[in-house]
């Protein structure tokens, strides 16, 4: 069986024409998906009794189940999603005063092992599949229904979970099913891929002519420090990241965001902020802090907010734009792997 929600148009376009189908039977099975949200093929009544048949003898809609559901009394809300095989993972819904960012996870764990991360500890199970993706969307939207007031995800963070780069082909038609018209109909410029360094996907994804967004997560300006942080940079050190980020601007023309979490006396002093204007200065891209979110799995602190607005002003009287993120839900367990830690430790 194959999940519709999984399939990105062309490729629906081309599975219809192999049914024997005109290629427009793709577009009205999206209008039937996501704009009139029908749950069975029974309900699509402008396709033939028979051919209704053939689908669904080939083809589900099905959507994860919620397992777990906290909201914020900032109206943040975090799903513990469950799939199919048992699988579960976090999804999260944040409520800018732009619109409603959804924090999506791209793989059940993840093998990228950088030592502050609590996603990272248990390892990767495997790839989340596109329709599993979409259905984070899909059940964040539930959610936002519920409450009435004609909202839905606007914009789409893949900060979740994993490493949207070592599932590269899977999170490209989940982006491109957001981003259609037909599909989520989620602006290009509202959709950001946050990677952890993978010089291939970074090149790759240069070239895939999206106009989405892409963050780094840098965490530290020099190979010393970000070999101690985080594993990968023994495989992708910083020059090649760089060098792939300036291959990226060049090609894709689009701006990069460097997230830097601040953990307190690891990577917070203001010699740290010197090098990273160094390494980035001159690359036009924004700096976003991110205070570190605390977990009881590892020893890393948060660095006093003093320590943070000192870095932030360094950076930003040093010519790179930065800005301290907003957090959402410290109230519930909506940092960074939190919630499904604590439920799988139970
Ligand atoms: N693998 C991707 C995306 C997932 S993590 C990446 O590395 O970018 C999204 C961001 O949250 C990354 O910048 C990650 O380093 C950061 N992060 C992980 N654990 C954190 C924590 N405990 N507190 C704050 N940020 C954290």
Known sequence: MINLYGVELHKLEALMEAEGQKKYRATQLYTWMYEKKAQSFDQMTDISLSFRETLKEKYTLEIPKVHTRQVSTDGTIKLLLEMNDGSKVETVLMRYNYGNVACVSSQVGCEMGCSFCASGLTGKKRNLEVSEMVGEILCLNNELREEGNGERVSHIVLMGTGEPFDNYDNVMDFIRICNNQKGLSIGARHITVSTCGIVPGIKKYAREGLQTNLAISLHAPNDELRNSLMKINHTFPLSSIMEAVREYISIAGRRVTYEYVLIQDVNDSLGCAKELVDLVGDTEGYVNLIPYNETNLCNYKRSPQSRVYAFADYLNEHGVNT?????????????????????ETK
């Open 323 to 343: 800005t301290i993120r907003k957090e959402f839900g410290s109230d519930i367990d909506a940092a960074c792997g939190q919630l499904k830690a604590k439920i």
